[in-house]
């Protein structure tokens, strides 16, 4: 480069050419901004969460009660079947993606992403997907009953339905090999000079670590599916064993996507409360570089340990075995997290903020769902709990409590940088408690159903499990309509109510998004800053 | 908000009074607000209840310690105290210890894991063999050797279809009772083998510590040796369609000599019930068996009005296609099923009579009375087809 003569423009000084910033509807459906890209993303996928909740609510309110009351088990399958899907793949997965988007390029200092109508396309896949999920409830037979693992041979049973969530998976997994790809090339290339790989913000570093795990289990669940459409139409006997198949073996496939699959909805919600934790600390992380090497454990272990859901198909003993060791493995890279973020609080000088508030909360029930993933990592414990809801609450743990936790921390802690406006404080801390607490109101005592042999996915259950379920289906109210206020908190931001956010409202002591102004301008860092 | 709150809370406990008013523990199911696992009839489940202490114990433990830490540090080091951040920011022989020790923790977790495992997985020298088969959504039971050898039956949900629609109070084994449950003697090693029909299906009890996917097309085994006489309850434990909630599995465990009676006497009722395929039936005999069979086997999807769910399960009444048509057409897809679809073939779950006599019953009920070719279909149609 230093070789290269290139008349140097200041960015301050107004000269016409492509990057003007588009008004209207064209802004949007042409955007190449990484900053509208990201904001695109996050409203969709609050709608999605929403739309999740919805469906999950109706599931909570069919099991209020034991008999059958308000949905035909046929209905009620559909619920649970779509409500994981739409929850992975429509909300986690592209909240994820929408934050990488806005505050990827600020963190390294890079003017947008590596390819700009790339991410264009990768959004807009995103509504076609939804859309085809949504819809197949209309179809004959309604959507897809079959879980979301869409276990062979049962989803070859399905209606119509099935294929649109066939093709729905379909297009959400291009999506998100496109971003991933995005973010892997901006991450790799676009950094600021001086801003080393071992400088880098934690949370892009968690992202480039998963945007290689998508990279890798995407096309996996591709072909899983794929088989299952040829299967299905095309006379191919992938699993049925009159033809030489084998049911098992879609499982196989499945969770060698599914595990890494966890990790991807868990390792960029570990480097936004390694960003907010320090911040609220007044004290840098801990063990930046452990942090580090913990991540790459994590992702390299994830894809040793998938049979560990289907110890129940019975597998031979040394299988049985390799996977529950494997597992326990996962826990020691994971256990390392915790403590440093422990000991990043220790002898700070904190403060509680909302987005404080929330990483706390993260660490404490993210940590309960790992305990009881080390319980189910055991396998003779496993066999006796697996597909119970012992199973439903220990996921609940780690994607609700862990992911959405962490992305509600992240929301607020970046929420100035955004609007340009400080969210209602009291309003936030509300928010938190009302969540923290519904959530445990909702999902501890799915333990205990889980325990006492409730299994999951069932529109009814024995009358002896009525009490814990009720409670649980008060909980899970309390907990959807508790996002409303989230929902409202940010509205008002951004809606120009609330006192003035100044560049680095929290007093960050590092962070590249930090030294540009609230709210972020359109263009940013189009010469990029030097790190030393 | 507090009034709401309030207002919830009331609520909760109030219908929690109400339901644990009415219900009583299951013996061999779950007990009213179960918090543990159950204690077991069989060393592994016995095995299981102590592992899953001994993790529980660990688990709170570190919990303690690691919160303990994080709360001490949130009450003294907090802002508001007038805490000055300190600057430390690694120490290379800290982040190794804690490496270190949760490696050795699990290791010591693995070990007794690792002895169940094993012992879980050893099938050998059973003293008695049953067959286990999954459909959609009953169980099948097959003895393969002892004194019942040969015996074979169904298991269907016994909870009747009032109290699941609420039209009836719930009694105190709903959802967990069956019509014929599996017997087998005490303190015996019973091997289950285990296999689907359909799709996969999950046979389970959580008192023996027994939890075996049913993979259709393929075997799979497991076993246990049940320490107590006495009845004991599972459900059907992977996803396999609309009623996975209405298929539970009831075992009997009782002492040798009430087996050897119990075995004698299936036998000679299997005898009995051996049916002359080339009886001659009159119409009247054939629709009432056959509603019967309708009722156990096709009611599910096919509904007892005969119109199915639309767009799911197809309708029978006034069907063209099948039963509206010659009879032949409808024999061959009772026997073999329809494949792509969740219409099973029933060669081996029914006898020539059952299917004769569910076919014939289709045939004239509802308004399909008097419309199509062949209303009454004879076992030996049947078996000329078979």
């Known amino acids: 480069m230093s070789s290269v003569t290139i008349d140097h423009v200041p960015p301050s000084v107004g000269h016409d050419h492509a990057h003007e910033k588009p008004y209207g509807w064209r802004r949007w459906l042409f955007a190449t901004n990484h900053k509208d890209i990201g904001t695109m993303y996050l409203i969709f996928s609050f709608c999605m969460l929403l739309e999740g909740g919805v469906l999950a609510l109706l599931i909570r309110t069919e099991l209020f009660e034991p008999g059958i009351q308000f949905f035909q088990p046929e209905l009620f399958n559909q619920f649970t079947s779509m409500h994981g899907l739409i929850m992975i793949f429509g909300a986690i997965m592209p909240a994820f993606v929408g934050f990488a988007n806005w505050m990827i390029p600020l963190q390294i200092g890079a003017s947008d992403m590596a390819f700009a109508r790339m991410n264009n396309f990768s959004f807009w896949l995103l509504p076609v997907g939804a859309t085809l999920m949504t819809v197949s409830f209309f179809v004959p037979g309604g959507a897809q009953a079959a879980g979301w693992t869409m276990y062979a041979p049962l989803s070859l049973q399905m209606g119509p339905g099935m294929d649109f969530a066939i093709f729905a998976v379909h297009i959400l997994g291009a999506s998100s090999i496109m971003g991933a790809i995005n973010i892997i090339v901006t991450i790799l290339n676009l950094r600021a000079p001086g801003m080393t790989l071992m400088k880098m913000p934690m949370f892009c570093w968690t992202w480039l670590v998963t945007a290689y795990l998508l990279l890798a289990v995407m096309p996996v669940l591709a072909a899983s599916v794929t088989m299952l459409l040829t299967d299905r139409h095309f006379g191919t006997t992938f699993f049925n064993a009159a033809g030489g198949g084998d049911p098992v073996l879609y499982q196989h496939v499945f969770w060698f996507f599914g595990h890494p699959e966890v990790y991807i909805m868990i390792l960029p919600a570990f480097g936004m409360i390694s960003e907010v934790i320090p911040v609220f600390a007044r004290k840098k992380l801990f063990g930046y570089s452990s942090m580090v090497y913990a991540v790459c454990a994590i992702a390299i272990l994830s894809f040793l340990v998938w049979a560990h859901h289907m110890f129940a198909t019975g597998m031979p003993v040394t299988a049985q075995l390799f996977f529950m060791y494997a597992t326990m493995l996962i826990s020691i890279p994971t256990g390392v997290k915790v403590f440093n973020w422990v000991a990043t609080m220790w002898r700070g000088s904190m403060t509680f903020e909302t987005p404080m508030l929330f990483a706390i909360g993260f660490i404490f029930v993210f940590t309960i769902g790992g305990f009881t993933g080390l319980v189910l990592a055991l396998a003779p414990v496993d066999i006796q709990l697996t597909d119970t809801f012992y199973v439903v609450a220990h996921f609940h743990y780690v994607l609700v409590a862990g992911s959405l936790f962490a992305m509600f921390s992240a929301a607020y802690y970046w929420l100035p940088k955004w609007s340009g406006r400080m969210y209602d404080e009291k309003l936030g801390k509300w928010h938190f408690w009302m969540t923290m607490i519904s959530f445990n109101v909702a999902f501890f005592p799915m333990h205990f159903l889980g325990l006492a042999g409730m299994p999951r996915r069932v529109a009814d259950y024995p009358a002896q499990f009525t009490d814990f379920n009720q409670i649980s289906t008060i909980g899970a109210f309390w907990f959807g309509l508790s996002q409303i206020l989230f929902m409202y908190v940010v509205l008002k931001a951004f809606s120009g109510r609330g006192e003035k956010a100044s560049a680095n409202p929290w007093g960050a002591e590092q962070g590249l998004e930090w030294t540009v102004p609230s709210p972020a301008p359109f263009h940013t860092f189009t010469t990029p800053p030097e790190v030393n | ?386």
Request: with cysteine.
């Open chain 2, 1 to 386: 908000m507090k009034k709401l709150r309030g207002l919830l809370g009331t609520c909760a406990w109030l219908w929690m009074a109400v339901a644990s008013a009415q219900v009583k523990d299951m013996p061999g199911g779950p007990r009213v607000n179960q918090l543990n696992l159950h204690p077991g009839v069989t060393v592994i489940s016995h095995d299981i209840m102590w592992l899953n202490w001994m993790i529980m114990i660990i688990c709170t433990v570190i919990f303690i310690g690691v919160f303990g830490t994080m709360i001490y540090s949130i009450i003294m080091h907090r802002k508001s105290r007038g805490a000055v951040p300190s600057k430390f920011h690694e120490h290379t022989g800290i982040e190794i210890t804690w490496t270190v020790i949760p490696f050795l923790i699990i290791i010591g977790m693995a070990l007794p894991a690792t002895k169940t495992v094993v012992a879980m997985k050893d099938t050998s020298s059973p003293d008695l063999t049953v067959k286990v088969t999954g459909y959609q959504w009953k169980w099948g039971y097959d003895y393969l050797d002892g004194p019942a050898s040969g015996v074979h039956f169904l298991s269907n949900l016994k909870t009747p279809q009032a109290q699941i629609d609420g039209k009836a109070p719930k009694d105190n084994f709903y959802l967990l009772e069956v019509d014929k449950p599996l017997v087998v003697p005490v303190n015996k090693k019973v091997r289950i083998i285990v296999t689907a029909d359909d799709v996969i299906h999950s046979w389970s009890v959580p008192d023996f510590g027994v939890k075996q996917d049913a993979i259709p097309g393929f075997l799979r085994d497991t076993w246990f040796r049940a320490q107590k006489t006495g009845t004991y309850r599972g459900q059907c434990s992977e996803l396999c369609g609309k009623n996975h909630a209405f298929m539970p599995i009831v075992v009997k465990v009782v002492s040798d000599a009430d087996y050897t009676k119990w075995a004698t006497a299936q036998k000679q009722a299997l005898l009995a019930s051996a049916e002359d395929p080339n009886k001659k039936w009159s119409k009247e005999d054939l629709i009432a068996h056959g509603k019967q069979v309708f009722t156990t086997n096709c009611v599910a999807c096919h509904q007892a009005n005969g119109k199915g769910i639309p767009g799911t399960f197809p309708a029978l009444d006034g069907d063209a296609k099948y039963v509206l048509a010659p009879m032949k057409g409808q024999i061959l897809t009772v026997l073999n099923g329809h494949p792509g679809t969740a219409m099973p073939a029933w060669r081996s779950q029914l006898n020539d009579t059952q299917i004769a006599a569910v076919i014939t019953y289709t045939r004239n009920a509802w308004g399909n009375a008097g419309k199509g070719k062949d209303p009454v279909v004879q076992p030996s149609d049947v078996k000329a087809l078979r």
